[in-house]
């Protein structure tokens, strides 16, 4: 083992580049497989644009945040079923055919949002698209995985985390693409019918994963397929690992039995898969509590609250987060099969804690320095403008010196601008479209979801900071990591476990993150974030190993015996492959 980890410290990027080139078979089996990475990417980011326009076509989507977080969320409650049973059909059925079954929800969603005449069908699409992106989320990086060589499993694994980066890049694109076309919505989340249409024609021409084939009795597909990936000289190697799993997993069914509810105790019978699934699990939740799914659900809406004001400007700067992303996510590639797994993350929450704490200090300074409400121009603004918890004050008491651009709109209403200076004192008025066009008739810029700030800069900042330091580790790395984590016969089940964990933590943070901000405000809110950051890194460091460069048969006996850090390791312990 420890020749294993020495070896694994001579991997670089060049290699990945040289493998594939020389086997292009392999690249072409992950890019195929990857586009399920693209859609579930595409469809989680799209609704960031989508919703500004959905709140104008549909009145009480714009009045009513509950509803808005309904549609943002439902994707990710359908992700949550998917994910569950996709892991079941994954080991019932194969990874190539959830692959295809992924693909007709994703392109039935399509078409259902698309004809939508109401918000509840728009929640209907979402529901459909979320089993889609519950399946892909799970089992494309899971068939990259199991048809990629060890030493480049993890850049190629990547590729997955790279298309999901870039279907949401694609998807703020489109959105841009879409603002002055009528339909707008329609069209932005029409669009991912077309990739789901290519992945399925792909698929059909691509063979099963050689290990499910195997471990299926299917010994001499899965023997065609390995001798496609592996050098000649290898493949006699890796059937025998085949063989040495499948013989052990055939001794446990022997044992524990065949049926879902038989798996899933021995499962969780097995030391094996408890401690992967202790590590899987616990990197899947700290990945959405670190708070990125608020960043590209509602990153145009954030930015509103910055101080952006104008619909196509808050989606053209969201544009700069996503962009980040990808980047990120190609950085990732370069690095984690040389570096590892685990200190890349651990890299990555020390950044990600940092931003967040600088994120909160900005939306504070914002908020605290908001433009003061102009007492005259409330009242004379229009007949029956005036917002009415601002109304007393406009006779003859004085407003409290804590009344300005937040407090009013926290009381549900509009803020017009100062025509002369933005950050000026302004109007507090009735929020409603007719104020908006008043308010833009005079020349004046209408914030209903944030204030004019000169500290709106330092949050793109710091937006793109986070994003940095986010994607090359907490963004890509805890798929890989659960694309490796378990045993053969397990890895279906413990995958859409683990999956699960994630689209459930996503699902508490895209359906509170209006409310909170309403609540404790978007300062407070980035505040938790970090504290929630920093209690996943802790448990991050405490029970996920290193993987980088070992078969699969190696990472199950490093976990045999549950996995302490080095800190907490006994000395006498010199077997154990050393994780920093």
């Not at 392109?107 to 509840?120: E, K």
């Given at each position: 083992m420890g020749e294993e980890a020495a070896k694994t410290e001579e991997i670089n990027f060049t290699e990945v580049w040289t493998t594939t080139w020389e086997t292009?078979?392999?690249?072409?089996?992950?890019?195929?497989?990857?586009?399920?990475?693209?859609?579930?990417?595409?469809?989680?980011?799209?609704?960031?644009?989508?919703?500004?326009?959905?709140?104008?076509?549909?009145?009480?989507?714009?009045?009513?945040?509950?509803?808005?977080?309904?549609?943002?969320?439902?994707?990710?409650?359908?992700?949550?079923?998917?994910?569950?049973?996709?892991?079941?059909?994954?080991?019932?059925?194969?990874?190539?055919?959830?692959?295809?079954?992924?693909?007709?929800?994703?392109?039935?969603?399509?078409?259902?949002?698309?004809?939508?005449?109401?918000?509840?069908?728009?929640?209907?699409?979402?529901?459909?698209?979320?089993?889609?992106?519950?399946?892909?989320?799970m089992t494309s990086p899971l068939y990259i995985s199991e048809m990629s060589p060890a030493r480049i499993r993890g850049a190629l694994v990547s590729t997955n985390g790279l298309l999901i980066t870039g279907g949401q890049f694609l998807s703020y694109l489109i959105n841009l693409a879409f603002v002055h076309t009528p339909g707008t919505w329609r069209w932005m989340l029409g669009v991912s019918a077309i990739p789901a249409i290519i992945q399925f024609c792909l698929m059909l021409t691509l063979p099963e994963s050689p290990r499910w084939l195997y471990r299926n009795d299917r010994k001499a597909e899965s023997r065609d397929i390995l001798e496609r990936i592996y050098p000649a000289e290898m493949v006699e190697a890796e059937i025998a690992a085949l063989k040495e799993s499948v013989l052990a997993e055939t001794a446990d069914e022997d044992i524990i039995g065949h049926t879902f509810s038989d798996k899933l105790r021995g499962?969780?019978?097995?030391?094996?898969?408890?401690?992967?699934?202790?590590?899987?699990?616990?990197?899947?939740?700290?990945?959405?509590?670190?708070?990125?799914?608020?960043?590209?659900?509602?990153?145009?809406?954030?930015?509103?609250?910055?101080?952006?004001?104008?619909?196509?400007?808050?989606?053209?700067?969201?544009?700069?987060?996503?962009?980040?992303?990808?980047?990120?996510?190609?950085?990732?590639?370069?690095?984690?099969?040389?570096?590892?797994?685990?200190?890349?993350?651990?890299?990555?929450?020390?950044?990600?804690?940092?931003?967040?704490?600088?994120?909160?200090?900005?939306?504070?300074?914002?908020?605290?320095?908001?433009?003061?409400?102009?007492?005259?121009?409330?009242?004379?603004?229009?007949?029956?403008?005036?917002?009415?918890?601002?109304?007393?004050?406009?006779?003859?008491?004085?407003?409290?010196?804590?009344?300005?651009?937040?407090?009013?709109?926290?009381?549900?209403?509009?803020?017009?601008?100062?025509?002369?200076?933005?950050?000026?004192?302004?109007?507090?008025?009735?929020?409603?479209?007719?104020?908006?066009?008043?308010?833009?008739?005079?020349?004046?810029?209408?914030?209903?979801d944030g204030c004019p700030s000169k500290f709106g800069y330092l949050a793109i900042v710091f937006l793109g900071l986070y994003i940095i330091v986010y994607a090359p580790g907490m963004g890509t790395v805890p798929w890989i990591v659960n694309s490796e984590i378990y045993p053969l016969r397990y890895r279906g089940l413990a995958g859409g476990i683990a999956a699960v964990s994630n689209w459930m933590s996503n699902l508490v943070v895209s359906e509170t993150f209006l409310t909170l901000t309403h609540a404790v405000g978007s300062s407070g809110t980035f505040l938790l974030f970090a504290g929630s950051s920093a209690i996943g890194l802790f448990f991050i460091w405490l029970l996920v190993p290193e993987t980088k460069g070992l078969q699969f048969e190696e990472v199950e006996k490093l976990l045999e015996g549950g996995f302490r850090p080095s800190m907490l390791r006994p000395t006498t312990r010199e077997n154990q492959v050393e994780t920093p």
């Open positions: 292009p078979y392999i690249m072409r089996l992950a890019l195929s497989a990857g586009i399920g990475g693209l859609l579930f990417g595409y469809n989680t980011g799209v609704i960031a644009g989508a919703l500004l326009y959905i709140k104008e076509e549909f009145g009480d989507v714009d009045n009513k945040t509950w509803l808005q977080e309904i549609i943002v969320s439902m994707t990710v409650a359908g992700a949550i079923v998917g994910a569950a049973i996709g892991g079941w059909y994954n080991d019932k059925f194969g990874r190539r055919m959830s692959v295809l079954i992924a693909d007709v929800l994703f392109l039935v969603g399509a078409l259902v949002m698309v004809v939508a005449h109401a918000p509840w069908v728009i929640i209907l699409g979402r529901l459909l698209v979320g089993f889609g992106v519950g399946m892909a989320s499962a969780l019978s097995n030391p094996v898969v408890r401690h992967g699934l202790a590590a899987g699990i616990t990197v899947q939740v700290a990945q959405q509590f670190v708070g990125i799914n608020t960043v590209m659900y509602y990153s145009p809406t954030i930015l509103q609250f910055a101080g952006f004001a104008s619909n196509k400007t808050a989606m053209a700067l969201a544009l700069i987060t996503s962009g980040l992303n990808a980047v990120g996510s190609v950085v990732s590639m370069m690095f984690v099969d040389r570096y590892g797994r685990r200190k890349l993350m651990i890299v990555s929450m020390f950044g990600i804690i940092s931003c967040l704490v600088m994120l909160a200090a900005v939306f504070n300074e914002a908020s605290n320095n908001a433009p003061k409400i102009d007492k005259r121009d409330s009242r004379n603004f229009a007949r029956n403008a005036t917002c009415p918890a601002f109304a007393p004050f406009t006779a003859s008491r004085a407003p409290p010196s804590n009344w300005n651009c937040m407090k009013c709109l926290r009381y549900d209403c509009g803020f017009c601008a100062n025509g002369a200076y933005e950050y000026a004192p302004g109007a507090c008025v009735v929020q409603s479209a007719d104020m908006k066009a008043l308010c833009h008739s005079k020349g004046r810029t209408f914030f209903k």
